[in-house]
């Protein structure tokens, strides 16, 4: 199979988008950081457990293009549409966050303790701050995106009503 020399290939295409969206105004950073960060997960898990709702935090990394898209086309529309408590955690950051047990912690010490690996990864979070669906991981497949998402949160949703 030959390539068009003049037609990048997927690698060159997402190393492309990256270093594109690392470069951004300052406004088009502030846009792409639609999802609030927690000050304490112990206390929106009550807000949102309060609800009917699973807690969802995304793990992100800056910069990431597929998280960009799982922000803002999918996650943020969740939380501003249906009421959804949809927080951010960035897997670099050392801003401090009060994880479940309200123990003061950095944003890259909870993606590292919940083992995460892979920006994006959506994790649902019901009593106790027990996850209660599949974790989703990555943002490959933009197409099954929206379904997978969907079959998460109903999965999350019976497990925190139940």
Same mark, same amino acid.
Request: with cysteine; proline share 6%; net charge positive.
């Given at each position: 199979?030959?390539?068009?020399?003049?037609?990048?290939?997927?690698?060159?295409?997402?190393?492309?988008t990256? &270093? %594109?969206? $690392?470069?951004?105004?300052?406004?088009?950073?502030?846009?792409?950081?639609?999802?609030?960060?927690?000050?304490? %997960?112990?206390?929106?898990?009550?807000?949102? !457990?309060?609800?009917? =709702?699973?807690?969802?935090?995304?793990?992100?990394?800056?910069? &990431?293009?597929? &998280?960009?898209?799982?922000?803002?086309?999918? %996650?943020?529309?969740?939380?501003?549409?249906?009421?959804?408590?949809?927080?951010?955690?960035?897997?670099?950051? $050392?801003?401090?966050?009060?994880?479940?047990?309200?123990?003061?912690?950095?944003?890259d010490?909870?993606?590292?303790a919940?083992?995460?690996?892979?920006?994006?990864?959506?994790?649902?979070?019901?009593?106790?701050?027990k996850?209660?669906?599949?974790?989703?991981?990555?943002?490959?497949?933009?197409?099954?995106?929206?379904?997978? !998402?969907?079959?998460?949160?109903? =999965?999350?949703?019976?497990?925190?009503?139940?």
């Open positions: 199979m030959t390539s068009h020399p003049n037609r990048l290939g997927r690698r060159e295409l997402i190393l492309a990256a &270093c %594109l969206l $690392t470069t951004l105004s300052p406004a088009a950073k502030a846009a792409n950081a639609a999802l609030p960060a927690p000050e304490s %997960l112990a206390d929106e898990l009550a807000k949102a !457990l309060k609800m009917g =709702q699973p807690l969802v935090v995304m793990v992100s990394l800056e910069g &990431c293009p597929f &998280c960009h898209v799982a922000r803002n086309h999918y %996650l943020d529309p969740l939380r501003r549409q249906e009421g959804v408590p949809v927080f951010q955690i960035d897997m670099r950051s $050392t801003v401090a966050v009060r994880d479940f047990k309200r123990m003061a912690v950095t944003h010490q909870l993606a590292r919940w083992g995460v690996k892979v920006a994006p990864t959506v994790l649902f979070f019901g009593s106790g701050g996850e209660v669906a599949g974790r989703l991981e990555g943002g490959y497949i933009p197409d099954f995106y929206g379904a997978y !998402l969907d079959q998460r949160m109903q =999965q999350a949703r019976a497990a925190v009503k139940s």
